[in-house]
């Protein structure tokens, strides 16, 4: 594993982790992971950048601020899918998609359908262990589903060092 797939997943957990608890992904790491692109493509630069993965990005937050004017996507949601679409390409493009709905149904039906039961999880955990457990923002009563943590997973399955990245 490089240090470049390593800081690459490691920004994206953070986004998730952030995004879970605190439904809010910081631009730092946004920041980070488009730096962290620019670089390895000034080392190593791609075939056609343009094509394979500003185009894609561009298109995909094109249509993710859409998403976001309707109140449908949160901002951070839209920079973190564009920045891995960047990073992804359009040669993984179709497994991230792919990954991107399976994880989001997994996520539904986490943050959406079994919310209740998680939070009854966790009191259950945390009363014995003879303290409590906070509760995430993401699963508190009314709150939107986190969906950097689908973004991330995606990202991690088809990014760097798995089935594509930078080509």
């Given at each position: ?5 390593m ?16 439904l ?20 190593e ?5 343009f ?13 993710a ?69 906070p ?33």
């Amino acid at each position: 594993m490089t240090a470049v797939t390593m800081a690459y997943a490691a920004l994206f957990i953070a986004s998730a982790v952030t995004d879970v608890v605190d439904l809010r992904i910081p631009n730092i790491f946004v920041v980070a992971l488009v730096l962290l692109f620019v670089l390895v493509c000034a080392v190593e630069p791609p075939k056609s950048i343009f094509w394979m993965h500003v185009a894609p990005a561009a298109v995909v937050f094109a249509l993710a601020a859409g998403l976001f004017f309707f109140d449908k996507f949160g901002g951070g949601d839209v920079k973190l899918l564009t920045t891995a679409v960047l990073w992804v390409g359009l040669s993984s493009l179709g497994v991230f998609f792919i990954s991107l709905a399976v994880y989001g149904l997994i996520a539904h039906l986490v943050f959406a359908v079994f919310r209740t039961q998680v939070v009854a999880a966790l009191a259950w955990t945390g009363s014995h262990l003879g303290r409590a457990i906070p509760v995430p923002a993401s699963l508190q009563t009314g709150k939107s589903i986190p969906y950097g943590v689908v973004i991330a997973a995606a990202a991690l399955m088809a990014g760097p060092g798995v089935t594509g990245g930078i080509k």
